[in-house]
């Protein structure tokens, strides 16, 4: 077994450290780490933000643990060579075309969110999110116009064949939870939409158990603020999924506690080949201060454990230790409390 | 002067009516009034949700007074007959290019929105959505590729003088408000997103006196929840104002009370020709019910007063009716009152 261990830009270092403190616990055998740089720290040594050496490892890999990209100096490089292209060349190299958002509240920390808090107590969702087509990948650019005007472009498009592998993740996870997938689109508008939904009803015929809804995302946002109890498991196209998916997570109101999942087809000896990352940014503000909460990333290593290697009892062991250092108190400045990167690497790795 | 009275589906000709009740009290000289169908009414008299004698009333007229579309005995028929193309006909054929959305807390009523009040109390922000281009207008289609798979497609664009229009009309409404303005995009990924940023900071040279920032959307929906109070006025393209005005919408809690614009370039002797609607829809389960809050439309009058035929004092009285019949206690039961809606509407000209 394989980890790629990308720790990235600002607090990347420092939360993967805590990351890997508590995997060291775990002593799992035949475990092997390999780690790569990335974003604008890769750009910086080797002038592109995913070298060719960081992709062959990944590729190489049967998991990817991914810190976070995004450097301030890096605003003014040409687009191709911002620290986010990385993500989205490991995600197209990679097919990575399924993103797992779960979005759930933590009990206790319901304070920390916008919302009342007996509308943020009820959020328990996991946003599907197709994370390798729409209007990312297609054709685009700026052009001049034969009237001499520049526009801007993109070719939003879905194949049905995408539409349905990414509807069936959706269907299983909903098939392991409360059995209730709710579809956004935008079909009283988009073609891109309207094909989207038709795969997604012909989908749905294979799964009898679980009730499916449709929902506008124009909707979708407002029920996300009015009620967000009553998702269950949401899927979405790559660009709708980006928006719903962060919206979601500023409802749970502790972004610093969000972990994800983006997997793709391979499927490897020991479960399915993705790359784990917390939702948080690279916060380059507090980067190298020792105040960064390294929760959504040992969060991130759980599910790592979980859906590539197989290993779901270690997973189940790592969440639980980060809810019981929780509720011991444990937090870090985002939550309200004072403890630093290190000292909660210590608290969950010392709970397992 | 003239107005072009739509009053649509559901519960549109109930709150139609209380805004024309309205009108009659401030008893404007020389204002004529004409009236026709649109939405799924039209389509079951006409055969077109937007037939071409609506089409020419609204030509004809200064200002389109528009209630609601949307039925769902509509909802099988083919995507060009169903009542919400009448809304993107219009804004088409009318050139409704600026799309206006104030969101503001209405004192005494925080306890209907989902997010604690002490965030909703701080809600004051104007969205303007570009209504013409975009994802909207663009080509599309379903296809089925040369290999036999289906693909839905949709071509998103923007040239420089539709955003450079839709530009100046947030910068002259910021100079009328907390001169500051957010330009929403998704320029880290989407082309149509970097030329749209381009112009933005290229019309900015003009107005010195707003502070410009620009925002990713996926970073907007999240501020958006977080902290709504930080933004003034905020402008984005059609797609994305779609969904942030919805969900900034929601976050007010009452959307019974919101109103909006649609502006075009057209200036007619008054003020700029426009179409004003009501936020919310045209609620079928309660339709003919007497339940509907009428105040939105209302308020829509109001909005359409000002822009549209230049008589800014009009339209503050009938603010200010709506605000005072609020204070008196006047709710509907969208508010958590229990005032039906021709007593809202008798209220508030009762107020006037
Ligand atoms: C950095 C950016 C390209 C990326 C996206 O839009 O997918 C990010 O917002 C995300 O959601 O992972
Ligand atoms: C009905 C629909 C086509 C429309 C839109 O997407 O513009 C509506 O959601 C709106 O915001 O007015």
């Not at 009620?227 to 998916?245: A, M």
């Not at 011991?328 to 397992?352: C, E, M, P, Q, Y």
């Amino acid at each position: 077994m394989k980890i790629a261990c990308l720790a990235g830009d600002g607090i990347g270092p420092e939360i993967m450290a805590e990351a890997l403190k508590v995997l060291d616990v775990l002593a799992i055998e035949g475990l092997e780490l390999g780690h790569a740089d990335v974003g604008g720290t890769a750009y910086h040594k080797h002038g592109h933000p995913l070298p060719p050496e960081t992709l062959a490892l990944c590729q190489a890999s049967d998991a990817v643990l991914f810190g976070a990209v995004g450097d301030p100096t890096c605003d003014a490089l040409e687009r191709h060579l911002r620290p986010e292209q990385a993500i989205l060349g490991l995600r197209q190299a990679l097919t990575l075309f399924a993103n797992l958002r779960p979005a759930t509240m933590f009990a206790g920390l319901e304070d920390l969110s916008a919302l009342r808090p007996e509308v943020a107590r009820q959020i328990d969702l996991l946003i599907v999110r197709e994370l390798n087509g729409d209007v990312y990948f297609g054709e685009k650019a700026i052009r001049t116009l034969p009237d001499g005007r520049r526009q801007g472009y993109d070719f939003m498009s879905y194949a049905e064949d995408e539409v349905r592998r990414i509807a069936h993740v959706a269907f299983r996870a909903a098939q392991g939870r409360k059995k209730t997938l709710c579809s956004v689109d935008k079909a009283n508008v988009l073609e891109t939409s309207q094909l989207w939904r038709d795969v997604v009803i012909e989908v749905s015929a294979e799964y009898p158990d679980v009730a499916l809804s449709h929902m506008y995302v124009d909707n979708a946002a407002m029920q996300l603020v009015r009620n967000p109890g009553q998702f269950d498991v949401v899927v979405t196209g790559n660009l709708f999924g980006d928006i719903l998916s962060d919206q979601a997570s500023m409802c749970v109101g502790s972004i610093g506690l969000l972990a994800s999942a983006s997997l793709g087809e391979k499927q490897t000896q020991y479960g399915t080949l993705g790359l784990y990352e917390p939702i948080h940014g690279s916060a380059p503000d507090i980067a190298g201060q020792g105040k960064a909460n390294p929760m959504a990333m040992i969060l991130s290593l759980a599910m790592l454990l979980r859906h590539s290697l197989g290993l779901e009892a270690q997973a189940a062991r790592v969440e639980a230790a980060v809810a019981q250092a929780l509720a011991d108190g444990i937090k870090g400045a985002d939550l309200g409390g004072s403890h630093g990167t290190a000292a909660i690497g210590d608290a969950v790795a010392s709970r397992l």
